[in-house]
């Protein structure tokens, strides 16, 4: 079994990306998925698992997994706006990167172990990888800034604009 069998097992969606299949599934299918991908493609050696802001669609959570026996692996990824079953027990690797994914992105982990802080300072507020979020830097130094390195080249071509996410009075 392998992506194109894993997708149509799990009623998923198979892509061929530039270098990696890829299954995409439903926040429900999603445990079963990885465990397939595991125990049915034998892609027993998990990367790295991570997540990305797609704003109003939700957060795309994306898993990397590889067979050392085909030398090949897949991406498998859904799409959530909620929690999602934690993949800790199928691969106890993904705990870090759980963990991580929490903080940064603020998704839960349904069934993971131990959400607590990693990265961030105990009193940092909100998910810095968000695309929502904003970033200090911007608000101090507009962008495109007042001034930008390579001298003064006459007036301004066009007119600043706040970053998305700053606050119009801010």
């Given amino acids: 079994m392998w ?9 998923g969606e198979w892509t061929q990306g530039d270098n990696r299949e890829c299954v995409d599934v439903a926040p429900d299918n999603w445990r079963r998925t990885v465990t397939l991908a595991r125990d049915e493609a ?5 990367d790295w ?4 802001d797609e704003l109003e669609y939700g957060l795309r959570v994306v898993v990397h997994v590889w067979s050392l ?13 909620g929690p999602i079953d934690s993949i800790v027990e199928v691969y106890p690797g993904a705990a870090w990167h759980e963990r ?3 903080e940064m992105f603020g998704l839960d982990f349904i069934g993971h172990p131990g959400l607590t ?3 961030l300072a105990p009193e940092f507020e909100g998910n810095p990888l968000r695309k929502d979020f ?6 101090a130094k507009p962008w495109p800034g007042a001034k930008e390195p390579g001298g003064d080249h006459g007036p301004r071509k066009r007119k600043p604009v706040l970053p998305p996410g700053v606050p119009e009075n801010w």
Avoid: Q, W, Y
């Fill in 3 to 11: 992506a194109t069998e894993i997708a149509t097992a799990v009623e």
């Fill in 42 to 46: 034998g892609c027993e050696f998990f």
């Fill in 49 to 52: 698992l991570s997540a990305v």
């Fill in 69 to 81: 026996e085909k030398r090949d692996g897949m991406l498998l990824r859904c799409l959530t706006n």
């Fill in 100 to 102: 991580e994914t929490h």
């Fill in 117 to 119: 802080p990693l990265l």
């Fill in 134 to 139: 904003v970033l200090a830097s911007r608000v």
